[in-house]
């Protein structure tokens, strides 16, 4: 459900942002334009220019890669900061003539009107280590990457299959004398010298990553290490990302939130297919899909489960309600502060 910013201010600031310029909008209650003008992004012009217009400002800004330092400054100078939606708000980009004018007016206008669709801003102390996690994430597949290429080396020269899994280090030691061509040996050294330093690197991020969870909630994060499948780094990807459980009042909301709903396409009583895939958290996601395989290795009673499921609409979609039924588990277990009971989720 989309979250709209409705309370009233005497001036509204919109704010078309970028990493070098941003073209800011002030409108007083009456709509009438005040300021209109393309400043650096320094925080001594935006302060130089809002101060006449400081009683009661709010400031909407569209979610993108450089909101950062603005959040912050708004919060130390105690500026009402919105940010907004990039995906609900293509009705900004869909005029017939667009410029960062025209969008930072637009911006201004629906932050007026109590259209304003929300994103969360996520606090200043939990914000570097969530990107620290999303980081590692892209490490790791960036190493999965490097191995699928020394397996397909290893393939167009119809050598035998690795007698153990190259993605532990000790297994990685001979590789390159299986190739005779001095050209394939420089890839394949190449590619096992990336994989070494990432996996140092890796680790490295992990076990601070895990001691800063143990002095930021340790208690939710071993209840979420209680749910078979769910271990250290799924627990801290779902911590991290979640953050607050309170942000969501309903479990319906939070695995919405997750992507593991599908939205639903109606009009005029008819159904038009299912939207809304992009909109969500990709990282939780990929947490939850990830710990129903996981359960599905250590519990008989999901796997009892899953077939059932199966007969009904198919092993994906099977998976798909496993990942669901998990993701609600988790909501409840960190909004009761619970552990996680087998007996109970297969109760009903």
Sequence with gaps: MTRFYTYQHHHYCGIDLHTKMMYVCILDRQAQILVHKNIPCQEDAFL?????????????????????????????????????????????????????????????????????????????????????????????????????????????????PFEKHIGKKGNRQHIVERFDDPHVRLNVETDITVMDQLHGQITTMENYIICHAKRFDPRTFYRLKSVPGIRDVLALTILYEVQDIERFPTV???????????CEHASAGKKLGHGGARIGNSHLKWAFCEAAVLFLRQSQRAKDYVARQAQKHGKGKALSILAHKIGRAVYFLMKRNDAFDEDYFFRS
């Design 48 to 160: 130089r220019l809002i101060e006449p217009y400081r009683d009661d400002l709010v400031v909407g800004v569209e979610c993108i890669f450089s909101w950062y330092w603005l959040a912050d400054l708004c919060a130390r100078e105690h500026i009402t900061f919105v940010l907004g939606h990039a995906l609900y708000m293509k009705f900004i980009h869909g005029g017939k003539t667009k410029n960062d004018r025209l969008d930072s007016e637009k911006l201004a206008r629906v932050l007026l009107g109590g259209n304003f669709p929300q994103a969360y801003v996520y606090p200043p102390n939990y914000r570097a280590i969530c990107d620290l996690m999303r980081r590692r994430t892209y490490l790791v597949r960036l190493r999965g990457e490097i191995q699928g290429h020394i397996s397909i080396t290893n393939y167009q020269y119809n050598l035998p």
């Design 252 to 262: 319906q909301q939070f695995c919405s939130y997750c992507r593991l709903v599908k």
